[in-house]
């Protein structure tokens, strides 16, 4: 049973960056696959981006293509998201979420997750 805490979230100006981690107590992340969602007030959950644990490719959605860098570290069993260029638009609750070992990720199909983070806020404001 993993337990999944994200950290690093705030307030940050538009055109900054936050870097965003995901751990899981007792454990490591880095053969799972893992993906980052947000949900900003009366909107769905949004896969954002996620790192297969089986070919270790990552996938990122358009609006975030360019800014956001998944990763993962093996020392630390954790896994970052790094935010760049952010955007008043990229204000939500943002969570981490873990699937099956030496597994394929997916940015539509939250069933493939098992285990979530309690989510935390980012907001992007002047």
């Known amino acids: 049973q993993l337990q999944l805490v994200e950290s690093g979230g705030g307030l940050v100006q538009p055109g900054g960056s936050l870097r965003l981690s995901c751990a899981a107590s007792?454990?490591?992340?880095?053969?799972?696959?893992i993906g980052w969602f947000r949900q900003a007030p009366g909107k769905e959950r949004e896969g954002i981006s996620c790192?297969?644990?089986?070919?270790?490719?990552?996938y990122y959605t358009d609006s975030v293509k360019g800014r956001f860098t998944i990763s993962k570290d093996i020392t630390e069993g954790t896994v970052h998201l790094q935010m760049d260029n952010l955007k008043p638009e990229d204000s939500a609750v943002y969570y981490c979420a873990a699937a099956g070992l030496f597994s394929q990720c997916s940015l539509s199909n939250t069933d493939e997750y098992s285990y979530w983070g309690q989510g935390t806020q980012v907001t992007v404001s002047f």
């Open positions: 790192q297969s644990s089986n070919d270790g490719r990552k």
């Open positions: 007792g454990s490591t992340l880095y053969y799972h696959a």
